[in-house]
């Protein structure tokens, strides 16, 4: 986003359109009647303790992910705003990863890294998919205790694993990388808004750094493949990709294929226990998964929303808004907007147009790993739905992350019973 010419203000106590109001512990755990208020009351609107319009609506939102600029880097100015120069760094990867860019730079790099990610290839994966989500939930049940933390024992571990074997790293390495792409995600949500955990970014942004150039290093001597390879011996009309490139991407792939699976595990989960009459429906006729899973993806948006530029003056929902302007185009609102998919907060298999929502953006921007981030969604849960007959929540408050932008829980505690 652009940087804002001063310190973002104190949110007021009367501010009932803000964004800002993510930031308090009901909303967060439950956003969507703030959305709704936000998209009845003022569709498109501009938010002055976020500097930025707020773009509520289906059509309106499409509109911004389609035309509007992804070149919205925050430069060190903006560090300096926030009273932390010391992170501007950060800046210089961001400003290399293909999230942060539009065309041509950015057709060069999707369209290199979508060639592994495509649906054939990831179905070229599913029985090893398969595999080492049967082996993560072998290692719960022989504890014996009959508890799942489901986000640590399971959600977090499968997609972890799967795309550090995808970028052709040690299938071991998915610990460290997957805390490191945890804090990183900060910058992607909420990182404004956490001055105290600035030395744990940085730390994260060197760790990524020093591993994925020794991992080049690794790459030069034995060529093992993947996605790292395939960026290392890209060439475009002569141009090859810098170093510093093939790390920035490197690490938004491992955010990207990391955070939005585990989410939709965890908060799929959650909602089918929160609907029983749909779960015991997916437990009773498999062949409906497609079609849930993307209800699912709909109804409990991973990520939550993103931003853009105005590419020149424009007038979006009767507004005019200026160039270069801050967009923030809710994604979680726009999958909840009842002109698009009417009763929005029910939860149903059967709606006819769910695949039509707006979770993996749209556009030029269009997550590149979607077919892998479905393809470990349906094997989490039909793994999970095969080997245990029952799932029931644990008693206690449940705990959402502070990153409003990539919602997630922080645990999901379950009791279950093994299928006889």
């Given at each position: 986003?652009?940087?804002?010419?001063?310190?973002?203000?104190?949110?007021?106590?009367?501010?009932?359109?803000?964004?800002?109001?993510?930031?308090?512990?009901?909303?967060?755990?439950?956003?969507?009647?703030?959305y709704h208020r936000i998209r009845e009351h003022d569709p498109v609107?501009?938010?002055?303790?976020?500097?930025?319009?707020?773009?509520?609506?289906?059509?309106?939102?499409?509109?911004?992910?389609?035309?509007?600029?992804?070149?919205?880097?925050?430069?060190?100015?903006?560090?300096?705003?926030?009273?932390?120069?010391?992170?501007?760094?950060?800046?210089?990867?961001?400003?290399?990863?293909?999230?942060?860019?539009?065309?041509?730079?950015?057709?060069?790099?999707?369209?290199?890294?979508?060639l592994f990610f495509t649906p054939a290839r990831v179905r070229l994966?599913?029985?090893?998919?398969?595999?080492?989500?049967?082996?993560?939930?072998?290692?719960?049940?022989?504890?014996?205790?009959?508890?799942?933390?489901?986000?640590?024992?399971?959600?977090?571990?499968?997609?972890?694993?799967?795309?550090?074997?995808?970028?052709?790293?040690?299938?071991?390495?998915?610990?460290?990388?997957?805390?490191?792409?945890?804090?990183?995600?900060?910058?992607?949500?909420?990182?404004?808004?956490?001055?105290?955990?600035?030395?744990?970014?940085?730390?994260?942004?060197?760790?990524?750094?020093?591993?994925?150039?020794?991992?080049?290093?690794?790459?030069?001597?034995?060529?093992?493949?993947?996605?790292?390879?395939?960026?290392?011996?890209?060439?475009?009309?002569?141009?090859?990709?810098?170093?510093?490139?093939?790390?920035?991407?490197?690490?938004?792939?491992?955010?990207?294929?990391?955070?939005?699976?585990?989410?939709?595990?965890?908060?799929?989960?959650?909602?089918?226990?929160?609907?029983?009459?749909?779960?015991?429906?997916?437990?009773?006729?498999?062949?409906?998964?497609?079609?849930?899973?993307?209800?699912?993806?709909?109804?409990?948006?991973?990520?939550?929303?993103?931003?853009?530029?105005?590419?020149?003056?424009?007038?979006?929902?009767?507004?005019?808004?200026?160039?270069?302007?801050?967009?923030?185009?809710?994604?979680?609102?726009?999958?909840?907007?009842?002109?698009?998919?009417?009763?929005?907060?029910?939860?149903?298999?059967?709606?006819?147009?769910?695949?039509?929502?707006?979770?993996?953006?749209?556009?030029?921007?269009?997550?590149?790993?979607?077919?892998?981030?479905?393809?470990?969604?349906?094997?989490?849960?039909?793994?999970?739905?095969?080997?245990?007959?029952?799932?029931?929540?644990?008693?206690?408050?449940?705990?959402?992350?502070?990153?409003?932008?990539?919602?997630?829980?922080?645990?999901?505690?379950?009791?279950?019973?093994?299928h006889a």
């Amino acid at each position: 986003m652009q940087p804002s010419p001063a310190p973002i203000p104190d949110k007021p106590a009367e501010a009932p359109l803000s964004l800002y109001h993510l930031l308090d512990p009901e909303v967060l755990g439950n956003p969507y009647p703030l959305y709704h208020r936000i998209r009845e009351h003022d569709p498109v609107y501009w938010d002055p303790y976020l500097h930025a319009w707020i773009v509520t609506r289906y059509d309106d939102v499409v509109t911004v992910l389609q035309r509007f600029s992804a070149a919205r880097t925050p430069g060190p100015k903006f560090f300096e705003v926030l009273g932390a120069p010391e992170v501007a760094p950060v800046a210089k990867v961001m400003i290399k990863q293909m999230l942060f860019m539009d065309p041509p730079g950015h057709t060069r790099l999707r369209k290199l890294a979508g060639l592994f990610f495509t649906p054939a290839r990831v179905r070229l994966l599913h029985d090893h998919v398969q595999e080492i989500a049967l082996r993560l939930l072998d290692d719960v049940i022989a504890r014996g205790t009959g508890r799942i933390e489901l986000l640590s024992d399971f959600a977090e571990l499968l997609p972890a694993i799967v795309t550090t074997e995808m970028i052709g790293l040690p299938s071991e390495d998915h610990v460290k990388l997957k805390v490191w792409s945890e804090t990183f995600a900060e910058i992607l949500g909420n990182f404004q808004h956490n001055p105290d955990r600035l030395t744990q970014v940085l730390r994260a942004i060197e760790g990524f750094n020093d591993y994925f150039r020794q991992a080049m290093d690794e790459q030069r001597a034995h060529p093992r493949e993947g996605l790292l390879r395939a960026f290392m011996n890209a060439e475009v009309d002569g141009d090859r990709l810098t170093d510093d490139e093939i790390v920035a991407n490197c690490i938004i792939t491992v955010v990207g294929g990391s955070e939005t699976s585990t989410n939709l595990i965890t908060s799929g989960i959650l909602t089918l226990l929160r609907n029983p009459e749909q779960f015991r429906r997916l437990r009773s006729e498999p062949n409906i998964m497609p079609a849930a899973l993307e209800e699912l993806l709909r109804y409990e948006s991973p990520v939550q929303h993103t931003a853009r530029l105005a590419p020149d003056d424009v007038v979006l929902g009767g507004k005019k808004i200026a160039k270069r302007q801050a967009v923030m185009a809710v994604i979680a609102a726009a999958n909840r907007d009842p002109d698009r998919f009417p009763d929005p907060d029910r939860l149903d298999f059967d709606r006819p147009d769910n695949h039509r929502h707006l979770a993996f953006g749209w556009g030029a921007h269009y997550c590149f790993g979607a077919p892998l981030a479905r393809l470990e969604g349906q094997i989490g849960f039909e793994t999970l739905i095969a080997r245990f007959s029952d799932l029931e929540l644990e008693e206690g408050p449940l705990a959402w992350r502070e990153n409003h932008g990539l919602r997630g829980l922080l645990a999901l505690p379950l009791r279950y019973k093994v299928h006889a």
